[in-house]
């Protein structure tokens, strides 16, 4: 069964709302890509990192990485 993309967003309408007003309004997405999950930086302000990298390109995300967007870090489980 495939997952749909995931924006991470303020907007309290998402399916990820995020009030922190820190966040660009729409900072990242996570997308599935033949059976494997990739964050993916939207052109945020103030950048999205995953595992304390400032991402330029999207990344695979594996169980344990770190994801910070704004004051927002949250570990995949």
Do not use: F, H
């Amino acid at each position: 069964e495939s997952v749909p993309n995931r924006t991470i967003v303020r907007d309290p309408g998402s399916t990820l709302p995020l009030p922190d007003n820190s966040l660009s309004p729409q900072p990242a997405r996570i997308v599935e890509r033949d059976g494997d999950y990739l964050l993916e930086d939207l052109g945020s302000t103030n950048g999205t990192y995953l595992n304390g990298k400032r991402m330029s390109a999207p990344a695979p995300l594996r169980r344990g990485d770190r994801v910070q967007a704004g004051n927002l870090v949250v570990e995949v489980t």
